[in-house]
Nanobody, 124 residues
Framework: QVQLVESGGGLVQAGGSLRLSCAAS????????MGWFRQAPGMEREFLGT????????RYADSAKGRFTISRDNAKNTVYLQMNSLKPEDTAVYYC?????????????????WGQGTQVTVSS
């Protein structure tokens, strides 16, 4: 089993940037496909992006393309979400997730482990 802990959230003005981190413990992160999701109050959990085990392949939701970048450092057992040009509608709790599947997927039900989330608030 792998434990995931997100960090790096906070309050930022519109147009600003944040980098979220997801640190893993318990198992080697390179065994997992990783995904980032977010959930705003009253909304369903939304897929943002995913990265392959080696980091050579990524997929993004349309809402994230061009503004968000996922990367990973398997040596540090950490995955990152760089967020630029933030908008008030990006306000949500952001989650990382680890999946045992061999390919990148967007369906949150395919992920096996989840972090506790980190709050991102973007002010206008």
């Amino acid at each position: 089993q792998v434990q995931l802990v997100e960090s790096g959230g906070g309050l930022v003005q519109a147009g600003g940037s944040l980098r979220l981190s997801c640190a893993a413990s318990g198992r080697t992160l390179s065994n997992y496909v990783m995904g980032w999701f977010r959930q705003a109050p009253g909304m369903e959990r939304e897929f943002l992006g995913t990265i392959s085990r080696s980091g050579d392949s990524t997929r993004y939701a349309d809402s994230a393309k061009g503004r968000f970048t996922i990367s990973r450092d398997n040596a540090k057992n950490t995955v990152y979400l760089q967020m630029n040009s933030l908008k008030p509608e990006d306000t949500a709790v952001y989650y990382c997730a680890a999946g045992l599947q061999s390919v990148t997927v967007v369906n949150p039900k395919m992920y096996n482990y989840w972090g506790q989330g980190t709050q991102v608030t973007v002010s206008s």
